[in-house]
T-cell receptor, first 113, second 112 residues
Framework: ETGVTQTPRHLVMGMTNKKSLKCEQH?????MYWYKQSAKKPLELMFV???????ENNSVPSRFSPECPNSSHLFLHLHTLQPEDSALYLC????????????FGPGTRLTVT | AQSVTQLGSHVSVSEGALVLLRCNYS??????LFWYVQYPNQGLQLLLK??????LVKGINGFEAEFKKSETSFHLTKPSAHMSDAAEYFC??????????FGTGTKLQVIP
């Protein structure tokens, strides 16, 4: 595997379900990010992890819970979601002391029914 | 605060015509600026970046962008559009350590 991978690519879940999104970066980067992309809205930064420590949480509802067990893996745990949480969830990584640009995974298309 | 404005949510060009996608930024410090492209059902891919070196930046797929401080602009151009260029394009500005603000995106349609 190369770059940033995300699983699953598509997820349909009910409002009472619990699921997790997984992201893995194979680039040796030191920072990882979760973004939410909804139709007709700007890309929303949700969480930032630097060296496995959460450094930013942009007022995201507690039904979204991130986890970064090591510098290569990032999870987004989901529970009791709302229909308005349906979106494309993108993971990204970057090397913040040298190149700065973010590399994105293909995203998970989440539908909450 | 640093932000970006992309003028035009949809742009249509004929195949072979010039592509011009506009981006204006506001920044209190010399910015790092990026252009990303997103194809359907995919993540964002970096096209090019400006990091205070040359003002004319060349990227992948024949795209380039020019940083103009006086106009606070970083417009994306390509001399000749291909059908494969149809996608959504995002301008972004780095606003500090690990923080990037993205524009709202411009969807490019290429007409055969």
């Amino acid at each position: 595997e190369t770059g940033v991978t995300q699983t699953p690519r598509h997820l349909v879940m009910g409002m009472t379900n619990k699921k997790s999104l997984k992201c893995e970066q194979h680039l040796g980067h030191n920072a990882m990010y979760w973004y939410k992309q909804s139709a007709k809205k700007p890309l929303e930064l949700m969480f930032v992890y630097s060296l496995e420590e959460r450094v930013e949480n942009n007022s995201v509802p507690s039904r979204f819970s991130p986890e970064c067990p090591n510098s290569s893996h990032l999870f987004l745990h989901l529970h009791t979601l709302q229909p308005e949480d349906s979106a494309l969830y993108l993971c990204a990584s970057s090397q913040e002391d040298t190149t700065y640009e973010q590399y994105f995974g293909p995203g998970t298309r989440l539908t909450v029914t | 605060a640093q932000s970006v404005t992309q003028l035009g949510s949809h742009v249509s060009v004929s195949e072979g015509a010039l592509v011009l996608l506009r981006c204006n930024y506001s920044s209190s410090v010399p910015p790092y600026l990026f252009w990303y492209v997103q194809y359907p059902n995919q993540g964002l891919q970096l096209l090019l970046k400006y990091t205070s070196a040359a003002t004319l930046v060349k990227g992948i797929n024949g795209f380039e962008a020019e940083f103009k401080k006086s106009e606070t602009s970083f417009h994306l151009t390509k001399p000749s559009a291909h059908m494969s260029d149809a996608a959504e394009y995002f301008c972004a500005v780095r606003r500090g350590y690990q923080k990037v603000t993205f524009g709202t995106g411009t969807k490019l349609q290429v007409i055969p």
